[in-house]
T-cell receptor
């Protein structure tokens, strides 16, 4: 069974700090890893990673995938209070699967204090 | 605007009273699915659909039904809701099952008393 483990489960930082969120996975047939930010309700898409070593970047957020060691990290630099949210990591299997479901980790709750 | 629309946003009901949560997407996506989110358990898939008239069970399908008569709609049906179905529900869609961004609806908070 596919498995995604995120760490830490919860993190409290001050504005301006840099944080690194971790996601490790075990999946039978890997296709992609996705990061989401969940504030009040619906998860909103951040990044999709399919290849090792290629950094995806959007403003202060960046992410990279290591397919050999089976993990990904999400970095947030110069954190702001608006970054406070649950960050979800999910993996999606490849074409041999009949169900392309996302398997989610339990998420990392990030709290950024002013 | 490209979106996945779920209704209702909040629903309080009683045990045994049939209900339907609607989901509609305007992106011509083939793949749609339902998830429930529970504290400590994360998001788990209930049912999915690869295309019109093609549906199958996810990880936690017991007590739920779905249908996909049209490409844009994927309603979730609880024939006889029970308190253990109290949860936050999300509908999701993507262009195809294997690739591309997965879009989520804004969620339905269901309480079964």
């Amino acid at each position: 069974e596919d498995k995604v483990v995120q760490s830490p489960l919860s993190l409290v930082v001050h504005e301006g700090d840099t944080v690194t969120l971790n996601c490790s996975y075990e999946v039978t047939n890997f296709r992609s890893l996705l990061w989401y930010k969940q504030e009040k309700k619906a998860p909103t898409f951040l990044f999709m990673l399919t290849s090792s070593g290629i950094e995806k970047k959007s403003g202060r957020l960046s992410s990279i995938l290591d397919k050999k060691e089976l993990f990904s990290i999400l970095n947030i630099t110069a954190t702001q209070t608006g970054d406070s949210a649950i960050y979800l990591c999910a993996v999606r299997p490849g074409f041999v699967s009949s169900n392309y479901k996302l398997t989610f980790g339990k998420g990392t709750l990030l709290t950024v204090n002013p | 605007e490209a979106q996945v629309t779920q209704n209702p946003r909040y629903l309080i009901t009683v045990t045994g009273k049939k209900l339907t949560v609607t989901c509609s997407q305007n992106m011509n996506h083939e793949y749609m699915s339902w998830y429930r989110q529970d504290p400590g358990l994360g998001l788990r898939q209930i049912y999915y659909s690869m295309n019109v008239e093609v549906t199958d069970k996810g990880d936690v399908p017991e007590g739920y039904k779905v249908s996909r008569k049209e490409k844009r709609n994927f309603p979730l049906i609880l024939e006889s809701p029970s308190p253990n179905q109290t949860s936050l529900y999300f509908c999701a869609s993507s262009l195809s099952g294997g690739g591309g961004e997965v879009f989520f609806g804004s969620g339905t908070q269901l309480s079964v008393l």
